[in-house]
């Protein structure tokens, strides 16, 4: 029983490169979250999906991408990397709504874009 | 305006102290609070959450809410080395759909 994992761990990518990072749960979890954690900014959401075949986006959209592949997966992808997506990206789960269940997050990846 | 505010601190106790960690929020329809505690290179994990305003307890936790002055604070008993991390509080938005995250306050307990 992994929980949510995530991959890669590490990345470094040069401006204007493409990439996506996954997420896999096996928690049945229905919602799914992307966020970017910066220094000094806490956990900011990137896109979120409350269930299968929905999406929605969330505080700081703009640059990205994703997919709710199934239940157990939600991938986000960055199309053209810029110097200001350098972070760590968690993903995180629910079983219910955000307000009232527990969201797990993953150990995260950190990406360094140059 | 950032909608769930925290100060960054760092906040020093000695061990065995009682840590106290303040947080504001801005939206009044938010509901649900939660905070998560955060090591250094680590994932979130929830400490506590809490709903309703007053007092919820959980062993060495205590979180309060007080909506009317939009205020969740967390405190910390006979707080240990182990303690020592970031720690956020967040907030929900939109119907509970999503959460809005302070900055979070670095705790730091001296042995």
């Known amino acids: 029983n992994a929980g949510v994992t995530q991959t890669p761990k590490f990345q470094v990518l040069k401006t204007g490169q493409s990439m996506t990072l996954q997420c896999a749960q096996d928690?049945?979890?229905?919602?799914m979250y992307w966020y970017r954690q910066d220094p000094g900014m806490g956990l900011r959401l990137i896109y979120y999906?409350?269930?299968?075949?929905?999406?929605d986006k969330g505080e700081v959209p703009n640059g990205y991408n994703v997919s709710r592949l199934n239940k157990r997966e939600f991938s986000l992808r960055l199309e053209s990397a810029a110097p200001s997506q350098t972070s760590v990206y968690f993903c995180?789960?629910?079983?219910?709504?955000?307000?009232?269940?527990?969201?797990?997050f993953g150990p995260g990846t950190r990406l360094t874009v140059l | 305006q950032k909608e769930v505010e925290q100060n960054s601190g760092p906040l020093s106790v000695p061990e065995g102290a009682i840590a106290s960690l303040n947080c504001t929020y801005s939206?009044?329809?938010?509901?649900?609070f939660f905070w998560y505690r955060q090591y250094s290179g680590k994932s979130p994990e929830l400490i506590m959450f809490i709903y309703s305003n007053g007092d919820k307890e959980d062993g060495r936790f205590t979180a309060q809410l007080n909506k009317a002055s939009q205020y969740v604070s967390l405190l910390i008993r006979d707080s240990q080395p182990s303690d020592s991390a970031t720690y956020l509080c967040a907030a929900t938005l939109e119907y509970g759909n999503k959460l809005v995250f302070g900055a979070g306050t670095i705790l730091r307990v001296k042995s």
């Open positions: 939206d009044r329809g938010s509901q649900s």
């Open positions: 928690m049945n979890h229905n919602s």
């Open positions: 995180a789960t629910s079983h219910g709504v955000a307000g009232r269940d527990t969201q797990y």
């Open positions: 999906s409350a269930s299968e075949g929905t999406t």
